[in-house]
């Protein structure tokens, strides 16, 4: 059995990672830290977990967690993760990081657009970038695993072909994004308020969204080049997931027309469609986050608009399964040499 | 490996069986049987299924579906499976009905409460109510289950103690249950589209709901007399979840005060305290339906209300799990001596 | 024009006191407090309201806002409204006073159910409840007014007729109340996030609520003796609504038999026939929060159930217009001599 | 009084403009067609109007109707207008049309994308495209108004000052919008249930939605030459309200920059200022469909991105209110000479 141990289980995406270890067959949670919360049962916070998982939360003393553990998780706010890595943590556990810290290898586009100096610097270069699906071989031997983001996830294996294959021109690509309201985390916010957010849609962040630098970095190694796009994520009045919607006009073929859907779901299926997680959908059919809640699927649709020389690229995921905690379980099956599914079976849940 | 064949999938109680029998260790889904979408994939209906469940829709030709099953679950309309059952049937396969054909067993209480006439009045006899919790023994070997209904399940399973050891006078009785809205099915009705239940809640069927004659038959077997209790149901704007609240006068103790909620709290745990399904909540603390979506699990809580001498029992369950699919396959696994809670072991989904 | 000032602007009782006084032909605000929010424009926390009223906030120095006003509006939190009331300030001004201040005669049962001490107990005597349809002979000449809570406005408007005509045994009287959120106000709890409200349902504070003396007090009136009743609220996931279900056992007739439901439906009639905000749905109706959202609209609907010999009776309001703003300007109308829907004509809003 | 007659109150757009009428201070339902209905209280359907409004609709029987209206608004599925107008019906009312049957010019862009023959192509001519504030001098003298769709009325709003003065690239033009249910219409389709709706959100109609070349032809008019866009809608699970995304390349000034945020506000104050029902959202304000629910604002909110270059155009309405019924009303309005915002003046509801 893996003993894991989490740091930050008291939120959304923590608190899924719980339930998801709970009940993975080859994996156990062995210890949760909390200064705030310690001696209290962690059901107690989460009552579905009630009579399911007994682990009581200990104080967030680190030194003690390591020595009962092979992985750390860590679901914490931004600049957390690199406080706390250093040569010797990483001799006793893998780290497994949710928050942003180690995504980004340029510390000035990290301190830029977080606005807080990063304090382990050195430790960027080892890191490796856990979206499962494109960087599989780097995972297994990697010590750090910067887990993506959940708009990251999905706007990247959802572009990423067309990127990658120049079918598309990437300094034409936009991306409208849709969140559940779990993807704001359980602080006590006006906002986040039911009243708030029922019965309303609205952009926020416009322009200047954290998870930007992050798609931007990993679909310029797609595109060889670097690239620069429009992202705005919006709240929508739901629980969980999240829906990509992506614009960019087509490349002109030789003969000068432009691809087709059927073309353009070709190259999906060549990248993914032997993928466990991915699920490339059927001409004229759209993703919804019904579909996938719950589970670790992505699901992606196409649609080559001819009138307009565009593709209108489509994706669906969990946020807090696929993009966050069941990524996060995806990456340590690859880390621990497990079956890349392992746990991560259960079927969307609808309705 | 079981073979379940299923009729009434396209519902989503049924979509529901075929969801947990898809991830059931020892099941499999052998037939679905539906004569309007012969030919179709499953997952056509519902994408959560897409790359999961690959089986496609036969026609509703019952003779060759028997030959391949082990098990029929009927979940389908009133009157359906008391058409088809007979001697031939049972021989081939265990029927597991979910609709309400088998449950009470006065066939003039039936079709006065239905208004239709009982085709198969000669198998009620032999018909076993499955609230397993409180039938276990009678199961294994029948050939007909009862599968309660989702009111049903909850309401009996938070009564029944406090009515099975006369603690409350259950003259005094009143059930007032809440639902999610896919208890009212999958049919294309304006009462139920979204703008119509969304900010908003509703009484309906109030005196007339068709489940109170179930419950109070159980609860008049717990009684050892006949009683009649006030139930009345209400439509609440989410998906899953039925939530129970019900109020009786306590009697008097010899003492002349009524108990106390710690003592109301020892008779559930002398009744289910050893019950993988039943989860009795601490004092204080009161059910809510989403601590138990898209699991097995009823919640329940209660409070003695020394003010008024009355005790409020609550209870939580999944409609589509425990109030229905779940409770089906609980009942699949005693019919085939299989541990009960085989393919029923996720945990809660929350957020 | 009456010149309106409030305090609790902020939350969304007083945001609904401001929406409905800015479009009240009679009526303007003219004075708005909070310490923390001084010069800031209304609209910047209520977006709907820009650029329809524009008054800022002053601080909550309430000796000019005295001077300025003809009626002063207090939708604080328990406590404050005593804390400030005194003889200057009803010779300047009339107080409607949304918290439950002066809703309770017996300043100990206050002090038991608030857990606080009441600062102003010598002015409860004169206060008057200002449940308009049922004290509308006193209000015109009242200096404070007590207005009542929303789930009590729902409870006592519902149960009245019958308790005062000794239809029903008020010791059987049990009263299942469910809200919309934003009867949770808007300060940010966990609670009350999004994901915690949405797709569940729950009872809170059974057996304990603070609104229970109120309606046992009243109810008590009706009754000419003291009654008490069990009351439990739920929280829906939903904005705005409440909706009671009560349940009391129906006294004999000297001919042995119960009233039926047109019978008591014609009660109704008598009592409530002529209400302009109280509407009385025909037999077999019930009522639905979602025809009332956005009114101050009361409906009624009732079930005599000869099975089991009790009366259910249903009542639903918009909790933030007759539960609380919308009876507050019909208080301020019964004050000022004006015709007590003035300002509160506005249709129900649906979907 | 103006006397209004109404073909189509059945559905939610239909309901809306009857609430609307029955509320405005000089006009009148004066009749309401349905040969499904007839007789039938239009309350029955609309439980929110009891005791509101009173009218029982009659049967389709024009003849009738026209002699007893002044206006005839018609709610109705695409052709049905079309069917009906001829130079009686306009000698004696004004038509205001809901449908799309008199909105696009070309007759054969009508019949691809709506796929029906246009019964009345001579009338295409004098119909005025009713989006009020665009067209208000040429609205007072039409006979035909073209009511504009929800979709489009938010779309072209949002865009129509920056594309007029060719600020952005109009072949660049992405629009992405995001709907409420109740667009879809009260037709009891599966699609449309609670459960299929709730905790979803999908595009659909991707490059094919019939919104599509009515945003078109009136960009293009505001282009000078006809452009082509991007347009897709989305499903959110909400009653009301559109929000509209929208991206486009900005033209770069003599200098070489292109212009920021504040310069954008400027060109929406110089286009929209004065309009009463036009909201220009501050700089870092972003539209929020709550706060346009029930009224008939359009609230708008830019952004300059000078990373990408693009700006981010986002505009916010009530689909019922500004994007049906409200927008009919202010035409009515306008063809009586009446000030624009009678009847029209109710605050956004909140929440």
């Known amino acids: 059995m893996i003993k894991a141990g989490v740091i930050g289980a008291t939120g959304y995406a923590g608190s899924e990672l719980i339930r998801l ?5 080859e994996a156990e949670v062995s ?44 679901a914490t706010p931004q600049g957390y993760a690199a406080s706390i890595v250093n040569g010797d943590l990483l001799k006793k556990v893998k780290l ?11 510390v000035s586009v990290y301190e830029k657009w977080y606005g807080i100096e990063h304090k382990a610097p050195g ?37 990423y072909p067309l990127v990658k294959e120049g079918i598309i021109d990437p300094d034409t690509l936009i991306i409208d994004a849709k969140s559940g309201t779990s993807g704001a985390g359980r602080g006590a916010k ?15 962040g416009v322009a200047t969204h954290r998870h930007t630098p992050e798609i931007e970095e990993q679909l310029s190694y797609a595109a060889g080049r670097e690239i620069t796009v429009s992202f705005t994520p919006h709240l929508v009045p739901m629980n969980r997931g999240i829906l990509v919607t992506a614009y960019a006009s087509l490349r002109k073929k030789s003969d000068g027309t432009v691809p087709d859907t059927r073309e353009l779901l070709g190259i999906y299926e060549k990248y993914y469609g032997k993928e466990r ?3 490339i959908l059927p001409e004229g059919v759209c993703p919804e986050t019904r579909w996938v809640e719950g589970s670790n699927f992505t699901d992606i649709g196409i649609r080559a608009d001819e009138r307009t020389g565009r593709a209108v690229i ?30 991560l079976e259960a079927a969307p849940l609808f309705p």
């Open 96 to 106: 497994i990081d949710l928050s942003a810290d180690f995504r980004i290898k340029d």
């Open 190 to 204: 006006e906002a986040n308020l039911f009243c708030e957010v029922n019965e309303n849609i609205k952009a926020y």
């Open 21 to 25: 270890l709970s009940g993975h067959p």
């Open 123 to 159: 430790f960027l270069g080892e890191a490796v970038y856990g979206l499962c699906e494109l960087a599989r071989d780097r995972i297994g031997s990697a010590r750090i695993i910067a887990n993506p983001g959940c708009y990251t996830t999905c706007s990247i294996l959802s572009c």
């Open 277 to 279: 997680f991915i699920r």
């Open 314 to 343: 489509m994706g669906a995921l969990d946020n807090l399964v696929k993009g966050a905690a069941g990524q996060a379980v995806q990456n340590m099956n690859l880390l621990f040499g497990l079956p890349e599914s392992t746990g």
């Open 31 to 74: 210890w949760i830290g909390s200064r705030s919360r310690e001696g209290e049962p962690f059901h107690r916070l989460y009552g579905n977990m009630y009579q399911v998982e007994e682990i009581s939360f200990s104080n967030d003393d680190l030194s003690k967690a390591l020595d009962s553990c092979d992985v750390l998780f860590t």
